[in-house]
């Protein structure tokens, strides 16, 4: 597993160099392992009407998707900032959990160091698909 955790983490930081970010100037990366063991990146695409920016995670979500996967193991961020790890927004968190509340997130610093975390953990008590259910 570090092997593959590491070029989780390498892949995310790559990701975090094609960032469209002419607004911000705040670049994301993103890299999601799947459960068949392949790494789809997504990096923030952003648009002159602010609004309509996709961030990194959600770009990598939805790609995966178009690729056929739907069963995640974990996702590693990255971002600019070298002092501290940095988590995804609470709207890429909501999207995470869509396809499940088991992933592992990564996060990363430029550096390639990393604290791992995960998704119960950034988004406790969770509204997820589950609860359409029971009604
Ligand atoms: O979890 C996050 C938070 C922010 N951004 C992007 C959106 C925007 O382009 C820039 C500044 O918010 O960072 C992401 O890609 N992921």
């Known amino acids: 597993m570090t092997d593959k955790v590491n070029e989780l983490v ?3 930081l790559q990701a975090r160099d094609m960032a469209y970010c002419p607004y911000s100037r705040f670049p994301v990366g993103a890299a999601i392992l799947t459960a068949d063991g ?3 990146t997504g990096c923030n695409v952003e648009n002159a009407s602010y609004g309509l920016t996709v961030c ?3 770009t990598a979500v939805q790609r995966a998707v ?3 996967h739907r069963q995640f193991t974990a996702i590693a961020v ?3 900032i070298k002092d501290q790890f940095v988590g995804p927004c609470g709207a890429c968190r909501q999207v995470l959990m869509e ?3 088991d992933w592992i997130v990564y996060l990363t610093k430029p ?3 990393y604290k791992e975390t995960s998704l119960s953990e950034l988004l406790p008590l969770a509204f997820s698909p589950a ?3 029971k009604t």
């Open 78 to 80: 990255a971002c600019d």
């Open 111 to 113: 550096d390639g160091s």
């Open 66 to 68: 178009v690729e056929g």
């Open 99 to 101: 396809f499940g509340s």
């Open 56 to 58: 990194a995670e959600r």
């Open 131 to 133: 609860h359409l259910a």
């Open 38 to 40: 392949a790494i789809i």
């Open 10 to 12: 390498s892949k995310c």
